[in-house]
């Protein structure tokens, strides 16, 4: 259970200079709407083809509101499904390269310092655990992958929580009751590419140590905006009550506004854009008699735009003193009023917003992603598809040449095994094959459809080459003959083009989010009382042991695992080289190595097998008795002793 945080330094501005960085972050809002329109533009072209959305044609939608409607006779297009397979298979792989193990960053330390690496580490895997690290890092690897864009926040939050106690006064006799206290830890938040905005003359993997601005719109209810500013520190939280009253600031398809909510519309079957969120008063959206301002104080409305916004800026940019950078934080309500500020005084120093980019070639954000590499080759595999499919329709539907004297076109368009078709103006009919002339069936060939479904296969194995995949990388059966050793072989050379695009996310994103979830334990992190699920035991968390050995630190994760940090290939030949050479043990501790060893590894619960003293003392007696018993003269004396005592009383 987490206790107090540590007092923090009160950094925030003045109502005179939040009126000023308001206006400062619509300004980076606006800045570049143009390449913030075409950015959203190529989002949602590479959502709808994720989902296979793009087909929008007028026959495709009639035949699928056919089928959706019952009638399974009617033949949509297909879209071959190859973006969305290799996408799901790199987002797998990375989650088990980084996401599998427990905690997600492991802690590595010098021997004298593992003590407080267990008490880190134990901290770092409750956090990951409460605030949900997985989940979100699941989501970032999926835009990362889909837009070659993905972003996400890593702050330090503060939650209320309730813990369940006894009651130990007299007139409760033991009942339970609830504390409250504040949880504080490290939350990494995946952030909506749609409703960014951030400095795009950088880099987007640069953005956290070298770019100016980085903010990001989400739409709330007034119960959550109640809830955000209760947790809010109260010195840096002004305007409350003008942010409740505030207008609505929008929800909008436009591409090109940083000021609104952005909603794309991807599901065609789903119009999710026409949700009202704009209605000024909670009560009548909740069906209650009266207003707002009837009932209450404050003339609450039904939704906001809240808008987080980080920059890089000079203390003079809002009216203070100073020409010095620094890192500023603030929570503005409807782009009207700021009802939080605060200079971040973080030891990390830079901006809390990490960009993941697994393809980087150094052309920013114009780099393709996996899904522009495949999606073309998704094109033509389902453009061959619907050729075939359209022969089928012919089959179905048949091509005719009628007369519509004698043969009405409504009679002969209804698709049915057993049709009656009168025949008009019999009366012309000047001989017996009348009936076969008024209509004519033109003959019906299907020569290349088997080319064509063969022609697809290739192409979605040249996208399988383009992505660097295989069907055993999708759980898929590949014909060969290869021996075991050969099949592992030819699996890890396959691999190199996903372990390449690991070690892209490691070092651009995964190091800087290490580093910042490390730099905000030791200096938020409060002293507490942690069950480390490994160990099975309460842990003591000691902040003061913790930032003595901040340098001496290294966080760990499924790329680089502990046992690259530490080389343990070198370890345990050094180990098996003590067996044999009695003067090593005698100059170096082995034993002390081979618990560090495990501890590195996980092995904690080596602990619970530890012996007391008065066990190791009797451990150590039976291995003299053993060795005397090995002398003849020794055994015999040992009988003797044990038989005397046998036959005293």
Known sequence: MATQSPISIINTLSIPQRVEILQYAKNCAERQTSSLADFRSLLRYRDRAYQRQLNTTAEHIKAVRANMSGDARKVQDMTVPIVMPQIESAVAYQAGVYLTSYPIFGVVAYPKNQDAAMQFETTIGQQSVHYGWARELIKVFRDGFKYNFGAAAVTWKKTPLKQVVTDTSVSAAGLAKLNEYSYGGNCIERLDPYNCFMDMTVAPSNIHSEGEFFGWNTIISRVQLKRLLSVLDPAKTTNA?????????????????????????INQYLNIGSTNYSTD?????????GTGKDRNSI??????????????????????????AKVYHCIMINWQTVVFAEELNNAHDLLPVVVMQPYEDGLGYQTQSMLDNALPFQDMS???????????????????????????????????????????????????????????QIPYREDNSASNLQMSEMISAMADQASGQNKVDRGQFQKGNKTKTEFTETMANSNSRQQLASLAIEYQFMTPVKDIVKANTLQHQAAATILNRDLRQEVQVDPVKLRESMLEFKLSDGNIPADKMMNTEMLTVFLQTAQAIPGIATEFDTLGMFLYFAKLRGAYWLEDFRRDPAQQQQFLQTIRDTAAAQNPADMQQAQAAAQQSTQQP
């Open 281 to 289: 008063n909670w009560g009548k959206w909740m069906g209650l008699p």
């Open 299 to 324: 003339n609450y409305k039904d939704s906001y735009v809240l808008t987080h916004f980080f920059c890089r800026a000079l203390p003079s940019d809002f009216g203070a003193r100073g020409n010095t």
């Open 241 to 265: 009550t003008a942010a409740f009253e505030s207008q609505f600031a929008g929800a909008s398809q436009d591409d090109s506004s940083g000021l609104a909510y952005h909603t794309p519309i």
């Open 382 to 440: 389902s453009a061959l598809w619907n050729i075939s499919l359209e022969s089928k329709r012919r089959l179905i539907f048949d091509r005719l040449v009628y007369n519509p004297r004698l043969i009405d076109k409504k009679d002969i368009d209804p698709i049915s095994a057993v049709s009656r078709i009168p025949l008009r103006n019999a009366a012309m009919a000047k001989d017996d094959n009348a009936i076969a002339k008024a209509l004519y």
